[in-house]
């Protein structure tokens, strides 16, 4: 990593409150370039607190920005940080107001030339295309990155038509502890407590709202851009990680939008910026990458951005299996267009006789993180015990060139079930000599959504059909001696809910079956593309003390025999305890837990705990959060519980608890 302390242009930073149509004021930082002349501006618009949770990212690049001519601003979502108002949902059209509000002022302030861009990364990637839909007229161009275009299919709460146990609930309670933060004194005023207390009073747990629409309604269509990609007027480059749940956005982007005005890149990365150098690597100089689209779009420079290739991809070599790898081996590649000629859909047929699938339930425990953040334990582990619970279909690589694959594969299943209700999850794997299985991408399907999302249609008892879908996009390039393995279960705890019946599983016959890999022919070398070394602006200074206790496993699995149960305790690792330069004393403790019985789908249960400390000695300022959401479920719906506890000092100052019943309707 490259510090830059030395910028074309000098910069200054100042905080700003920037009016709504509704008098609510959303706190916004700006940094800017020590010059008379107006310049363009970036927007980074986002609920996770600029003065404290994202600062130490924010430091990295938004001066970086501006010393390099752009007003580069961050902006705290309504009801979140030190913004007014109080939270609402994902999305919500309040959010997006807001955000058009806040490009129309950018654009009218005397220091901006009125053309705006945005970016960000997850939240902010996706509010910036949905913006983009929005179409404000400032709006010129538009980063998005690790973000989606489908809210229900390819988002936190749904796959496949199924409900997303390991982080529809985890990020709900999320969301929970993060909306009930105060605001900082330091930067409100004595106000803060008044505020925090209204803010609280609208905060609402969002699975109960997310739970409720259990199919692919309106409320999923609100802020889908998959909707109508015409929307989008405003330059889009896209930008996605092979272990980000969503890099399938990025393939869709630069097939759905004009090629005059879009752009994908999908490298090896996890969630996170490309130029952060978190695992798994290689980091690139993304910053650099960035600021020749903004000099392009926002600028009118007549630079080679657009004479790149319609989309650069990392192709993955074989490598081991392993829960973390610092960089991976492989190669760039580039493609004019997408879909691409130069990868061929190769249908491999299954063979054998009719097979029953019952997997255990607590298949899945090694499927890894649904979110990788570059932590220690967030990717999948040898996949062999979970081979060994599914149905396993093997096609030899041949002597000579790798089997290449760039792209999404997909399955075509002949399945029997004799209950209504079922799932099936489709593990491509590379197998080596040694026998060790590597997860390359993996597939969901809710066997109800099989002709469509919008709808839930009970399978015939007894009956046979083909059903087919895709798995999630990948590149990756199989040798010569290795082994393609598909896998397909009919449970995969914790990243699906199981429904009552789906333990008697479903009979597959491979007769009629297959599976169609997106086959790349092309040079087995490089092409040619290259990107600077990956570099920032100088960090921001904040201290991660030293603690005595012994750190928790990121990820233990328990089991207990004489029961059957199975128990996976994550720790997310969002941060921890920090010290910030001003003074800020931060510290966060959260802990996921999943449990299941080896044959009884009910028996699943999730919860997550949040414990935050807001500290700020020379103030007297002592804030606390802790909140507990809990979730099961029984035949007919799902059970949640939710409870919130905020002190100011050791006096409790709100305590609310929430218990639901919602009834199971498709997920």
């Not at 001519?69 to 940080?81: L, Q, T």
């Not at 046979?464 to 009919?490: C, K, M, Q, W």
Request: charge should be negative.
């Amino acid at each position: 990593m490259i510090i830059r302390t030395d910028f074309p242009y000098e910069t200054t930073r100042e905080d700003v409150r920037i009016p709504m149509p509704d008098g609510v004021e959303l706190y916004a930082r700006v940094w800017r370039p020590v010059t008379e002349e107006p310049v363009p501006a970036l927007l980074e618009y986002l609920p996770y607190r600029l003065t404290d949770w994202t600062a130490p990212r924010d430091w990295q690049r938004h001066p970086w920005y501006a010393g390099h001519g752009y007003a580069s601003v961050r902006v705290d979502v309504r009801g979140h940080g030190c913004s007014g108002g109080r939270p609402g949902d994902e999305y919500d059209a309040r959010e997006l107001a807001d955000g058009v509000a806040v490009v129309e002022w950018l654009a009218g302030q005397p220091w901006c030339t009125g053309a705006v861009g945005m970016f960000g990364i997850s939240w902010g990637g996706f509010n910036s295309l949905q913006i983009a839909a929005l179409a404000p007229e400032a709006l010129k161009a538009v980063v998005t990155v690790g973000s989606t275009d489908d809210r229900f299919d390819n988002d936190v709460h749904y796959a496949g038509g199924s409900v997303l146990a390991v982080d529809m609930h985890a990020w709900a309670a999320t969301m929970l502890a993060f909306a009930s933060r105060p605001p900082d004194p330091q930067f409100v005023g004595d106000g803060w407590r008044r505020q925090w207390l209204d803010r609280l009073e609208g905060v609402e747990p969002l699975i109960h709202t997310w739970l409720s629409h259990q199919t692919r309604d309106g409320y999923w269509r609100h802020g889908s851009v998959c909707e109508d990609y015409s929307a989008i007027g405003a330059a889009v480059l896209a930008v996605g990680g092979w272990h980000d749940p969503y890099r399938d956005t990025v393939l869709r982007l630069v097939s759905a939008l004009p090629a005059s005005r879009v752009r994908g890149l999908i490298g090896p990365w996890s969630h996170q910026y490309p130029d952060r150098g978190l695992p798994p690597g290689p980091a690139i100089g993304f910053l650099q990458e960035t600021l020749r689209w903004w000099d392009h779009w926002l600028k009118g420079e007549d630079n080679d951005v657009m004479d790149e290739p319609l989309l650069r991809s990392w192709i993955s070599d074989s490598h081991p299996p392993a829960t973390v790898y610092d960089e991976l081996p492989g190669r760039w590649v580039g493609e004019k267009s997408w879909p691409s000629a130069s990868v061929i859909p190769v249908a491999y047929a299954l063979q054998g006789a009719p097979v029953a699938v019952a997997s255990p339930q607590h298949t899945g425990m090694d499927a890894g993180r649904f979110f990788p953040f570059g932590n220690d334990a967030d990717l999948p582990p040898d996949q062999r015990e979970e081979d060994a619970k599914s149905a396993c279909f093997e096609f030899p690589v041949a002597a000579g060139e790798p089997v290449e694959i760039l792209g999404r594969p997909s399955v075509t299943l002949r399945l029997r079930l004799d209950v209504p209700y079922g799932q099936v999850v489709a593990r491509l794997c590379d197998v080596a000599p040694d026998g060790s299985s590597t997860l390359i991408t993996r597939g969901v399907l809710n066997l109800s959504a099989r002709r469509g999302r919008e709808q839930a249609v009970p399978w015939p008892v007894g009956s046979y059909e083909d059903v087919t879908f895709e798995l999630n996009g990948i590149g990756h390039a199989f040798p010569p001696g290795h082994r393609i393995r598909l896998a397909v279960s009919s449970a995969y705890w914790p990243w699906i809910w199981p429904r009552a019946g789906s333990e008697a599983g479903w009979t597959l016959d491979p007769a009629g079956s297959a599976l169609t890999l997106p086959v790349r022919a092309g040079s087995p070398g490089g092409e040619g593309i290259v990107f600077e070394a990956p570099e920032q602006a100088e960090p921001l200074g904040v201290v991660y003390p030293a603690t005595l206790d012994e750190p928790r496993p990121e990820r233990l699995v328990v089991r207990d025999v004489a029961r059957g149960t199975w128990r996976l305790e994550v720790d997310p690792r969002y941060g921890g305890t920090r010290v910030y330069p001003d003074g800020l004393e931060f510290s966060e403790d959260a802990l996921e837990v999943y449990e299941i019985q080896d044959a009884d789908p009910l028996s699943a249960r999730t919860r997550s705990d949040w414990r935050i400390r807001l500290h700020r000695p020379e103030l007297g300022w002592d804030a606390r959060v802790e909140t507990r959401s809990e979730l099961s479920c029984d035949e007919g719906g799902f059970l949640t519980s939710n409870e919130v506890v905020c002190r100011e000092g050791d006096e409790v100052v709100f305590h609310r608890t929430w218990e639901r019943r919602l009834p199971r309707a498709a997920g």
